[in-house]
């Protein structure tokens, strides 16, 4: 595609000498079956034992060689070892590698570093908390907003993913914990995200109908909604099946929110770091949240988290509002400062929007031989493919995504679902993939599908039972939860988590 960046991936990629999972792999699962808990996910859908891992690629134990479009669930933007935070861990490494709070070099040049490059007015206006994993960052930025506005309810999504470790501070008993941690166990307003491939409230025509409702919630006094403390938001939802909400969106949100005196969070946790093609996706927009969570590609690989706050926000915080052991670990903090300066030098940003652009249109193109993808969508290397059981219902059909993520899986890609019915297979690669690869992986997710439609592998409507979707909805009940739920082929299940 003429863009071509060199991440130092294995470039024979991908090569499959055994088919996956070889004999080396499926000792190492057993064993790890035989001693981890088995409620872990990953394991089950890419059946391998990681050796080592370059760039945009990785190695199993049996000389596999994969690319991978997981990319640690956007965790490596920059590809797995980049020779320049390699650089930063290993300097680090030999000075100190745990200092609690205490500053430290590599934790105030990580800060001004941070500073330097946050979005619109919040750029050298802000206030960090260090944090250590997404939903962590999510549950400070929440317990923040509260004690700002002293309010409690936060406003958020139909399928939001912000994280499932909540509530640790209700178990701990120290009043002056609670006095200084004041949680309220989160009082959640929930409200659709707007799809425009799956309308409601109108939002195949913009978001006036999702402000509508905000509004309706706010000015009702029998709307069931006491209070509003902030909106939480995916700029575009991640686990929920990378949806690109309509582009008036964040804007009228923050409008909304500035008329009610509201706070506006951004969850960057999956979006952002470079991930849109920007160096947020807020920047898309023009919009700055007052509070925005960060996690995932800030430690290229390293647990670590942020989260970052209009400074004129809050007077006076307690001392120990949010505390922890590991907050602001210097050597992810060494990596976090050269993962900012990466992105920022040179344009590896503008490349991942045109190419982004570009992989977008293969997969479409792709989508005109295959109805089976009823919808692409994304900006820069966050592209969702939707497939569904028939273009006109556009009933989701997860069976088929999950049909594709194991024929890709076979063929040396990585790539995995996102959605509730596990329908999207979402493009994460590393930013810094080349070119030939990137194309590689597009053939094999061509030949894939092709495979797949040539295989018998049909939607349900095929075998008797009635597609079923959004347009021509018709529930049925789900058993478990005795909730309707599209009859999706799988059956009704909860969307896989990530971590
Ligand atoms: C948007 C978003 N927020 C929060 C989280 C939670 O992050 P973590 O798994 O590090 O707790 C995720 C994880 O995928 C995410 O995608």
Known sequence: MGDTPDSGSYPDAPRILHPPPGPRSRELLAQQAKYETDAVSYSHYFPIAIESARGATVEDVDGNRFIDWVAGI????????????????????????????????????FLKELEASLPGSLRHHARIFFTVTGGDAVETAVQLADHATQRHGTVTFSGAYHGVHGGAIRLTSGRRYHQTSPFAGGVVVRVPYPDPYRPILGSDQGAAGTIEYLEHLINDPSSGVDSMSAVLVEPILGEGGYVVP??????????????????LIADEVQTGLGRTGKMWAVEHSGVTPDIMCIAKTIGGGIP?????????????LPRGFHIGTYRGNPLALAVGTEVLKVLREGDLLARTLRRGQRTQERFRDIGVRHPSIGNVRGKGFMIGVEFVQDPKTRAPWGDRAKAMRSALFARGVLMHTA???????????PLVIEDELLERGLQAFEDAIETLDTSGNVPAAHHGKAPTGVTGFHPSVSPELGLPTPASPSGPHLTEPSE
């Open 304 to 316: 670590v988290s942020v989260v970052a706050y209009r400074d004129d926000l809050v007077k006076e």
């Open 246 to 263: 309509p582009d008036d969106f964040l804007p009228s949100l923050r409008e909304f929110c500035d008329r009610h005196g509201i706070l």
């Open 419 to 429: 959605g509730a019915w596990d329908q999207v297979l979402r493009f994460m690669s």
């Open 74 to 109: 956007s965790v490596l933007n920059l590809g797995h070892r980049h020779p320049r935070l390699v650089a930063a861990l290993e300097a680090q490494s030999r000075k100190v590698w745990h200092a609690l709070e205490l500053p430290t070099e590599a934790r105030v040049e």
